[in-house]
């Protein structure tokens, strides 16, 4: 959900069978930080991957990222991309956060300011969380779960946090609740309660496991009511974390430098190594890709990878190919085929169109096997907990397409001879526009005429394939999307694509308009275990959605990621899908 | 001359306010008439998933849901006395002149104009001087010695000029002198305040790109002007009375030659005033030009109206200190 609104990530972004190996325990202080159960890189390619590439305890330096774009919001409140998500770490601790090791420990959720991973009541209902008492601010005051609160009470109120998600409207009680500036009770957000300075009670609506992971999202991490400038605490948000504001200008650059108040023996996820980060916007990614490999600065903060130019030549030379990393990201390319929309309303038109497409031009368009990605089977890609590999209309022993199936399913569907129907994409988007346009093609020697509708991807989802009567009214019967997962696991992945209760007019993600009683019944059930069982689900709603062919899954998305050799600590953290800034140290 | 200059001032200022009627009814009027609701331009302001309340209430604070007439007329106000704006905690005031509030960045426009123009104007003016003298010497060396070797080569070399692209010439000069030969490493923009020395030393490629361009453009009209002009009677008559060639080049040829250069300078100076978007973007210099493409790529309603407005500043100024450079060397202009 996220990914998709990395506008300029786009491009880009992976997916991954990231391979299991040890976990760095990034316990203590930065200087003694120890890597007892690190397993140290050596330099090659996807090294970083499964380990630590250039392992250090080095203090001091600059240690320098560039962005192609802007963030949406460094207000830990009001940010949604996954780069911010990643990169507030440096600044901010939120609840839980995601273990900083490599391979798939990096996708564990471990206690942040939290002291434990919360406990439950019997009803599913109220949550228990404790803090630890001695986190302080960047001005030496202590963190307290009202602070906590106030973080949160401060995403409700959408005209001045509007980037970030919604899940506490959704997930707690008191929805209608309209933030702090407009509400001046006492009691404030009633949903959660704060009994003493360490601890926090929620109030949920229905029961709902995933809580912990809601609060990974930085807007849960705790915000001095006295230091709460609004719309200009994206200025300055007051830290929590290893490195504070220095100074901001807005969308041009931004300078952190050490925070005197940080107690790493509170943090264990984070290091406080270089002795200054800096952070430039808006540079172009050429010149990103070369000061990357020039040693110039050393992470492109996106996390989307080298351009063509730049891969190019990073792939052409052993050398350089030596310091590069190939990750799969969680983020899936797929089409959403209609369930409305005559003739794609029925199974088999879709099911000719899954057999029929032709995976390998497609993920040629998005980039090929290493930039663009892998040829997916299944909604669900490979790094997302409860995933399962199927392949039920042969996109991988097929991939060209197998048009004898798709006949077969055509003479079912009543349209031998094949049908009419139109896609709709985002025509800003060269990549995707390739993709769709390959897509065609392939369909076309089936007999499937597509006729392409380009939107702009910023009222892509509100006005046009997000609105179902748009797409009802205008016959469209297909539309390409995207989508990354706010948490590694099936419900993160899969309910706002595949789950009925998640139709909407306006901002819809479910454009498949998939409502099969089966899948909305998993979906309940996943509210009411844990574990194992609950994890089995997700593939057991990934396996019928994909049944119902309501998306045909283009690919598992890949980046080529580039680690100058001045940059330490460095490799895949499993969950971003891109190197863990919490830790990176520089060499010199 | 002082109710020239006047006149031209109140002039400025109309047209100003045309082009501020203009860019406003292209960005809030013709959307409207093509269907677009308020309710649907808020919606694209309040992120992902909002309810019908949560649009309706950035519509409200945004002023989408007043009027046309009232909302041009609150963003005149806000240029002439300024803003008061919701923060969340408290309201914060957009002092003169304020050219209202980003949709998307929540912070007003003004402020974040004036922290990019110093670049832009860093790039502009030193590129500018850069062009201006290469173009005109080359261009007087190269009608003085007309069918020379040299002629031939800066002709060609300006022909280069005017038909390669800032975002290709950029992108070399950056390969080779910043990447291959390290002679200017890692270009990026220094304020002068903070470091002078950095700030020539980053800029020279930017100038350069910039200057390559516009000097070739220079370099062939002032070849193309100094020939016709050294063919007039009245550069024969002042050889003829026997002035030195130094004079007769420079205060008779060159001088008449000039006219359609400066008439030329003042419209390319400030149109590049109003950002140098591909020269910024190539070299991620954030000037004006940098802006402008975040705003659109953000559609930030405010934020392009804002750089619309800096831009037609810029260029409606240049014209009219053209002019009244005019008036100054042929009088017949007041009139």
Known sequence: MRRRRIFAATAVAAAGALLISACSSSSGSSSSSSNNNTTPGAVAFNAGISAVVNPSTHKGGTLIFDNSSTPDSFDPGNTYYAWVLNFDRLFVMPMFTFKSCPGACGEQLVPDLATDMG????????????????????DGTVATAQDVKYGIERTYDRTVAANGPTYYQALLTDPKYPGPYKDKSPAGLTAIDTPNATTLVFHLVAPFPDLPDVLAFPSSAPVPQAKDTGANYQLHPVSTGPYMFKNYTLNKQLTLVPNPQWNPATDP??????SQIIVNLNVSQPDIDNRLIHGDIQVDSAG????AAGRAQVLASPTLKANADDPVNGFARFIYLNTKVAPMNNLHCREAVEYAANKVTMQTAWGGPLAGGQIGSTIMPPNIQGYKSFDYYNALSQSTGDMTDAKKQLQLCGQPNGFSTSMAYRSDRPTETAAVTALQASL?????????????????YTDFAGAPAYMHSHNIGMAAGGWGADWPDGFGFLDSLVAGNTISSTGNSNIAEENNPVINNLFTQSSKVTGAARTALWSQIDEQAMKDAVILPMVYQKVVLYRPSNLTNVYVQAFYGMYNYAVMGVSS | MIYFIIRRLILTV????????????IFFLVPRL???TAYQLAAQYVGKTPTPSEILAVEHKLGLNDPLYLQYGRFVKGIIFG??????????????PCFGYSFRNQQPVWPQLISDAPVTLSLAIGGAILWLIGGVSIGVLSALRRGSFFDRLSMGIALAGVSLPVFFTGLISLELFSYKWAIFPNVHYVGITSNPVQWARNLVLPWVTLAFLYAALYARL??????????????RTARAKGLPERKVIIKHGLRAALTPIVTIFGLDLGLLLGGAILTETTFSFPGLGQFTILAIQNQDLPEIMGVVMIAAFFIVVANMIVDILYAVVDPRVRF
Not at chain 1, 444 to 460: D, E, H, N, R
Not at chain 2, 85 to 91: A, F, H, L, R, S
Request: charged share 15%.
């Open chain 2, 222 to 235: 002032t070849r193309a002007g100094m020939l016709e002009t050294m063919g007039e009677d009245y550069i």
């Open chain 2, 83 to 96: 803003v008061h704006y919701n923060n969340g905690p408290d309201v914060s005031y957009c002092p003169f």
């Open chain 1, 304 to 307: 989307t990878g080298l351009a």
């Open chain 1, 119 to 138: 406990t439950v009541s019997d009803n599913g209902l109220t949550w228990t969380f404790h803090i630890q008492s001695d986190v302080k601010y960047e």
């Open chain 1, 444 to 460: 076309a020697t089936a007999g499937i005429k597509v006729t392409l509708k380009g939107f702009p991807a910023g009222s892509y």
């Open chain 2, 14 to 25: 109309f047209l100003l306010l045309l082009v501020s009627a203009i860019t406003f009814a």
């Open chain 2, 34 to 36: 093509a269907g677009q």
């Open chain 1, 269 to 274: 996820n984070a290091k406080q190594l270089p």
